[in-house]
């Protein structure tokens, strides 16, 4: 039976305005040669330029002069040499700093591939409705993937209202990431009986104090020039990884709204974008709930899962996933343990859909097969289409397929709620497949979602037009559990 799936009209679109002003540097000659024309200026056109430039931005950004501020520490070292150590005024360094300061309109080009997970705060609704936080991966010039965030409140005829985002946008206050000393680091690895050969290798290219960006390079460096690892020697060096574990931590202002903090690539490993987040809200062993997001950070090369995790979306913690089948991207987690074990859903193989259990959430060397492509709509790969969701009879998994002309559509699972390894049903045809207006994008013929989520006994699914806007459907989940029973 053809299931009746209903569009909504609500649709959230790129906004070029969504700006934020970013450190830029323009390699060594280029900043030695402008910082010594502008410490050649007289104080009097330094203050009118400054005026002027504070005049133009101030209404774009947050302390606009707090930014110039950050960046202007930037080329201190080149300043101060050129400048023979001579005190500099306020507005100078202000202006320089202004120098070394670009826009970057992060949704330029794209907002697409949402996630959606129940907001902490449900203060002020009307009966039957209820608030979401959305978050979506923004892509501006260069094809530079960033995370955002908009919420969203749903009433009792499960219509989704957006609401209206702030318009001054920033990264996080504070980014921290951790510096680690060597020899606690040694004593470590020691006690974890982690002490292969190939270690004095690993070790000898470290400083006494070094981060987590340069033990990755070191690794890469070792497994590189060394193409007759032992499998000993290998699990040594994902337990390096994983000792490393993340450690980078983001704050955001107070007085900035959740639509206005921006994840934005913080690592030389996630250069080039943070993509496909996959958040759902996680209840711990003692009841508490804690927010956890898979992502896929990429370097242009290579891409790196991530996991992120917040309880009130202003304070992050972003941590690596390591381990044999922490790789690929698609991971996503349970929002619960599954007999006492973390459990994830992955595509390791980029074809098919896994299973993993883990009594580490940072560490995965367990996964077995869980459904393949089956149908001609998904024969060319399949993959999650965000964390599954509890229901009482059983684990729902959105999926989504390819098939020809590498046309993206979405499809259902339904896995045993005490053994998800067991496929309970799975749709015949697409849930959902792009129509004549969601074609042309980015990438075209591609519905794509992070995270769907039930409200008012229907399943309500945010998904991406062809990489380009986003919007949402909805099903009625009896419906749906009952085809995926009668499978």
């Known amino acids: ?24 540097f323009y390699g060594q000659e280029r900043a030695e040669k402008l910082i010594e024309h502008v410490l050649n200026l007289p104080e009097k056109e330094i203050v009118c330029l400054l005026n002027q430039i504070q005049r133009e931005f101030s209404k774009r950004h947050r302390s606009i002069s707090g930014i ?21 005024s306020e507005e100078r360094k202000l202006l320089i700093g202004s120098y070394f300061t670009m826009e970057y309109a992060l ?25 979401y936080i959305v978050s979506l991966r923004a892509t501006g010039e260069g ?18 209202r957006m609401i209206e985002p702030g318009d001054q946008i920033g990264e996080a206050e504070s980014i921290k990431d951790r510096i680690y000393e060597k020899a606690n680091f040694i004593a470590k690895l020691i006690s974890m009986k982690i002490e292969p050969p190939i270690l004095e290798d690993f070790l000898k290219e470290l400083s006494d104090k070094f981060t987590y960006d340069e033990i990755r390079e070191t690794v890469k460096s070792i497994q590189l020039n060394n193409e007759n690892l032992t499998s000993e020697e290998k699990r040594a060096l994902e337990e390096v990884l994983w000792l490393a574990d993340s450690h980078t931590e983001l704050r955001f202002s107070l007085d900035t709204d959740l639509s206005e903090r921006v994840i934005f690539p ?17 209840t711990k062993d003692s009841g508490e709930k804690v927010y956890y997001g898979t992502y896929t950070a990429y370097d242009g090369f290579t891409i790196l899962p991530k996991l992120i995790e917040t309880k009130d979306f202003l304070k992050f913690k972003i941590s690596p996933l390591n381990g044999k089948y922490a790789i690929g991207k ?62 009482d009879r059983g684990w729902l998994m959105i999926t989504h397929g390819v098939g020809p002309v590498r046309k993206y559509g979405l499809g259902a699972c339904l896995l045993d709620r005490d053994d998800p390894s067991k496929v309970i049903g799975r749709l015949k045809e697409p849930l959902l497949l792009p ?14 979602t992070c995270g769907a989520f039930i409200h008012n006994e229907n399943l309500i699914i945010p998904y991406a037009m062809s990489d380009y806007a986003s919007s949402f459907a909805n099903v009625n989940l009896n419906a749906l559990l009952d085809e995926l029973q009668a499978d």
Not at 1 to 24: E, G, H, S
Not at 111 to 124: A, K
Not at 270 to 275: L, V
Not at 435 to 448: A, I
């Open 1 to 24: 039976m053809r299931l009746n799936v209903q569009r909504q009209k609500t649709i959230i679109l790129p906004d070029k305005k969504r700006v934020i002003a970013r450190y830029f």
């Open 68 to 88: 110039f501020k950050r960046n202007y520490q930037g080329v201190k070292p080149i300043v101060e040499d050129k400048n023979h150590g001579k005190a500099l």
């Open 107 to 131: 949704e330029s080009a794209a907002l697409f591939n949402p996630s959606v997970v129940e907001d902490f705060d449900q203060s002020e609704l009307q009966p039957g409705e209820k608030r």
């Open 143 to 160: 094809h530079i993937s960033s995370l955002v965030f908009r919420r969203a409140v749903i009433d009792a005829n499960n219509q989704v």
């Open 266 to 282: 913080i690592s030389q490993f996630e250069k080039k974008g943070i993509e496909d987040a996959r958040f759902t809200l996680f």
């Open 330 to 391: 698609n991971m996503a987690l349970f929002p619960r343990k599954i007999n006492g074990r973390y459990a994830m859903l992955g595509r390791i193989d980029g074809f098919n859909n896994y299973l993993m259990y883990s009594d580490n959430l940072y560490l995965w060397n367990e996964a077995q097969l869980l459904t393949t492509p089956k149908y001609c709509w998904e024969l060319v790969q399949m993959g999650n289409g965000g964390s599954p969701i509890e229901t």
């Open 435 to 448: 129509d004549e207006d969601e074609r042309s994008g980015y990438v075209p013929n591609v519905v794509y």
